[in-house]
Antibody, heavy 121, light 110 residues
Framework: QVHLQQSGPGLVKPSQTLSLTCVIS??????????WNWIRQSPSRGLEWLGR?????????DYEVSVKSRITINPDTAKNQFSLQVNSVTPEDTAVYYC???????????WGQGTLVTVSS | QSALTQPASVSGSPGQSITISCTGT?????????VSWYQQHPGKAPKIMIY???MRPSGVSNRFSGSKSGNTASLTISGLQAEDEADYYC??????????FGGGTKLTVL
């Protein structure tokens, strides 16, 4: 059974960097079939896919175009986890952030518990 | 990438059937048979109900079914139960290794 456990601060000041971590159990961040996603949810935007990282003989990173310039998703093989960084945050980045596994055609089959991140001074 | 279009709300009585639509373009829903549906109860993470347009994960009731025609995917819930009341989201592969979600539909069981 796969389990994703998220951690990170719930409050970030405008212009600073949002950082979240997702620890994986029951699978490997280096899996050759899974990809590791970050998705956020806000009342105004609904569910919004941000990006993912995955390993297929080498590491790949895919990002949603509208946030690509500000976000980084990185794997940490030593700790079997992956992280999200969003730079230069504004109140528009306030949302519940989820990590999730996608297994290609099988969809996003496992999700973290969600972390409410508020951007406010 | 624009969000997929879903009705804001649908409702039905216990025992009835409802269908939620999810409209995209030929670049996402219409271009790939990689559409999934998620159920989300308040304060919880989304749960996958359908993948690959019409496939049910193990443990999901056969009252949930999915289909697709052209650029529109659909989720049908038959024999509505009170526990089905939730928000439902569609998701499609959008090419160039990206994903796009629908805006969500609130299902009310009357």
């Amino acid at each position: 059974q796969v389990h994703l456990q998220q951690s990170g601060p719930g409050l970030v000041k405008p212009s600073q960097t949002l950082s979240l971590t997702c620890v994986i159990s029951g699978d490997s961040v280096s899996s050759n079939s899974a990809a590791w996603n970050w998705i956020r949810q806000s009342p105004s935007r609904g569910l919004e896919w941000l990006g993912r990282t995955y390993y297929r003989s080498k590491w790949y990173h895919d990002y949603e175009v509208s946030v690509k310039s500000r976000i980084t998703i990185n794997p940490d093989t030593a700790k079997n986890q992956f992280s999200l960084q969003v730079n230069s945050v504004t109140p528009e980045d306030t949302a519940v952030y989820y990590c999730a596994r996608d297994n290609g055609k099988l969809g996003h089959d496992y999700w973290g518990q969600g972390t409410l991140v508020t951007v406010s001074s | 990438q624009s969000a997929l279009t879903q009705p804001a709300s649908v409702s039905g009585s216990p025992g009835q059937s409802i269908t939620i639509s999810c409209t995209g373009t030929s670049s996402d829903v219409g271009g790939f048979n990689i559409v999934s549906w998620y159920q989300q109860h308040p304060g919880k993470a989304p749960k996958i109900m359908i993948y690959e347009v019409s496939m049910r994960p193990s443990g999901v009731s056969n009252r949930f079914s999915g289909s697709k025609s052209g650029n529109t995917a659909s989720l049908t819930i038959s024999g509505l139960q009170a526990e089905d009341e939730a928000d439902y989201y569609c998701c499609s592969y959008a090419g160039s290794t990206t994903w796009v979600f629908g805006g969500g539909t609130k299902l009310t069981v009357l």
